[in-house]
């Protein structure tokens, strides 16, 4: 007996519903232990009357910062069922990177590992009288805002994306539907479920009935090997840098592990034809799927790339049921339920991104006459060369076929020779510890040379250690700017 989420009268209600039907049946694991379904509905409510007794009032925002953790979820719950606003975020944030959150959420508090802060970071309550608190249930309308994503980009500029119940469920019926989720499910979450693309696999499993299994990252490789035995993973989302971490550095592990893992969905960033063909080398029977999706507008196109030609790899696929796609002047519009309600306390970013029920992505592509979806760069991101417009992730990907280069991440930057003209540069991650810098910029541009147009050659290179990155792997092309300037 499965649940039927388009006829939810709120989110989060698929968790009474398996409470009552599979009780016993496990929802989640992490490294400190599990969690049955009638346990996470039971502890969400609980959290929901531990908030209630605190005082804080309904449609409040409530920050919860516990990592990859079975409590993130049950608070994260709690605050949604209690009628409250979670915000989900990392719980490896500064001070300073926290506050700016609370600042901007105006949080009436911030849940951590000890206890639960109010703005001034004085306790109101301690989680250990969790267990003595009240059971509540007492959601908000479908169309009221459930929780706020915050959203970074690659210029750094921190967005609160509001999601409604009804915005939610829109987007997990997509995945939901195409992804096919039986409620057998054995999935390994590695990203952090602070972002959507994570979170989302959870909930997925979790309205199906299904299984996941908790990693706070890929810092410590060896117990994430073990998991894939341990659990019995079947499924995982990932990333492109995941991808090759799998199948570069761990191969061999990788290949010995993965033999029970029927399906991938990667995301954040494109995954380079080369690395899709080495995977599906790896594990010939993957299932293999790309989704593309911003958090305002999760999951909007899918693709099977294991069921497609090799030509169309690049491609993101076509687009989800209930959405609709065009280009306008080469910027990417997407409309559908899903669509986010907009920014939390960003009027004007909000009208000029929704327009007339469509969302104006930023991003540039074009659609084939199958109906296949091709990003092709970022519309804010583009380079100008006296006219003559460069996407940053063409040269990215032109350049990563280089053999000197691991890893790479392109702008335009004030030429330093003359400040009123753009120049493309490049931080590098190189593939030879002990290359000198002036010798391996010459040999990349010479590769360069042969696959771009003379303009699009990066003119300033410099090689770096690594990459700036957020959590979900977007390229924080801000800080690359400052690295090169």
Known sequence: MSFNLLKSNYFGEYLGFHAENIPDKIALTDINGQITYRELYNKSRRVAGLLNHAGISK????????????????????AILGGYISVPLSSGLSKTRLQSYIDDSGAACIVKKEAIYDRSHKIIAELDILESSEYICSPRKLDDVATIMYTTGSTGNQKGVMLSHNNLIAALDHIISYIGYSGNERELVILPISHSFALGHVYS??????????????NKMKRVFNAFYKYQITGMPSTPSMVNLFTERYLEAFKGVAGKLNYMVVNTAPLPPESTVKLLSVIPKLRLMIYYGLTEASRSTFITLSDEDIVNYKSVGKASKGVKLKIIDGEVCISGKHLFNGYWNKEDETKSTLINGWMHTGDLGFIDSSGYLTITGRLKEQINIDGLKVAPQEVESALLKC???????VVGVIDPLNNKHEVVAALIVSNNNKTD???????????????????????????TERIPRSESG???????EKLLC
């Open 474 to 480: 977007k390229v924080l092309r801000k800080e690359v």
């Open 205 to 218: 499993n979790n309205i199906m009935g299904g299984y996941v299994h908790l990693e706070n990252g890929m």
């Open 403 to 409: 053999k000197l280069v691991k890893d790479i991440a």
């Open 437 to 463: 810098e002036a010798e391996f910029a010459r040999k990349v541009r010479a590769h360069g040379g042969e696959v771009l147009e003379p303009y699009m050659v990066p003119e300033i290179i410099k090689i």
């Open 59 to 78: 449609g409040e925002r409530i920050i919860i910062a516990l990592g990859n953790t079975i409590e993130q979820m049950y608070f994260h719950y709690g």
